[in-house]
């Protein structure tokens, strides 16, 4: 049965051990088990620039697997084409997981190849991801400039030789991801959404959402993402296309979705320039990062549709509105009194695009 499992907060290394301690299948895994560690260093950049994978999120799978007795633990990793992937290693201090846990670093541009043929494509993949036992998908869940998001199914590109990401651009990226995405299936994703980048793969427009999710089918994954960052399933050409090579379901209503806790703490905002211009159309008031994340996400899709300076209102949104009583329009539970107001704790973008355009039109 598939299933996501979120949680909200600021602390990378106790949200996921709390994700893995709720997922009961894990008790079953064989101690002799090899698992794969897959994580996003797209670039050598900090995790703060909202492109690659949180270094807490990989240390606290370290922990969990090796005070259970688990000792076949590799990290297998390719940053993109111009970039190294040892200077990634370096920039995250991997090297210190070498020494404390005993964890051996795979750079995927230094590996053995296993060559298939999927839909005509030839596609060169990671020997030690393919033969894994358990192999463990920890992609940052992002906007990105030619695919619109990228999530689970395009983190497994980093897994894959550079000759074959050469040719997935030339081929036009959305039927080789999905194509790739038949090859081997993760056993497990955990899904880094704490800051990912509003636009590019490589970071710089972070936005904080505080949040991670967690589940067993990649394109369910990234039909929530899709929606998280507010697109349509249809938006995304290789979701549609994944979803026809029976990758898995995109039915988030027949999933098994449980929430560990709800976002409650009201943040401080690091935005970028254009978070900051999209933000200038917000009246927030205690919000928490992922609503008040989520809303900045709505506003860029509707900057993107040349609908955003239609908005001739604030939208309302945060905790300081539970008492408000009044005209306006607002997004998220807390804004319930307010005369437009979308619900939800806290709404997904997608819902929100949809709301404020609604907003926009004449009343009849």
Wanted: net charge negative; aromatic share 8%.
């Amino acid at each position: 049965m598939s299933y996501i499992t979120a949680i909200y907060g600021k602390d990378p290394y106790t949200m996921t051990t709390k994700l893995l301690e709720s997922n009961e299948s894990l008790a079953n895994l064989p101690k002799e088990s090899s698992i794969v560690l897959k994580p996003n260093l797209v670039v050598a950049a900090c995790p703060s620039e909202g492109a690659t994978t949180h270094r807490e999120i990989v240390e606290a799978l370290l922990v969990f697997f090796t005070s259970r007795g688990y000792k076949n633990l590799t990290i297998a990793e390719s940053s993109w084409i111009g970039d190294s992937t040892e200077r990634a290693f370096k920039v995250h201090n991997y090297h210190q997981f070498e020494e404390e846990y005993g964890v051996r670093l795979v750079d995927v541009k230094q590996e053995e190849y296993l060559t298939f043929e999927v839909e005509g494509y030839p596609i060169e993949y990671s020997k030690t991801a393919y033969e894994a036992d358990y192999l463990i998908n920890l992609p940052v869940l992002k906007g990105h400039c030619q695919t619109k998001i990228t999530c689970a199914l395009k983190n497994l590109k980093g897994i894959i030789s550079d000759r074959s990401k050469r040719l997935f651009h030339t081929w036009g990226l959305h039927e080789p991801i999905a194509a790739l995405n038949t090859i081997r299936k993760p056993n497990l994703i955990i899904v880094d959404s704490l800051n990912g980048d509003l636009d590019f793969e490589e970071g710089g427009t972070p936005v904080e959402t505080n949040r991670m999710f967690m589940g067993n089918d990649p394109l369910l994954i990234d039909t929530l993402a899709a929606e998280l960052l507010g697109y349509p399933f249809e938006e995304v050409p290789y979701l549609g296309l994944a979803h026809k090579l029976k990758v898995g379901s995109k039915d988030l209503s027949q999933a098994i979705y449980t929430e560990l806790n709800q976002p409650q703490e009201a943040t401080t905002y690091k935005v970028s320039r254009r978070a900051n211009r999209l933000a200038k159309y917000t009246e927030a008031k205690e919000a928490c990062s992922a609503c008040y994340g989520n809303l900045l996400h709505a506003l860029g899709r509707l900057e993107e549709q040349g609908e955003l300076n239609n908005l001739k209102e604030e939208i309302k949104i945060g905790q300081g509105f539970k008492e408000y009583s009044g005209e306006g329009i607002g997004v998220g539970i807390c804004t319930r009194g307010v005369t437009h107001s979308l619900k939800g704790c806290p709404p997904k973008a997608l819902e929100m695009v949809k709301f404020l355009k609604d907003q926009l039109r004449p009343s009849p």
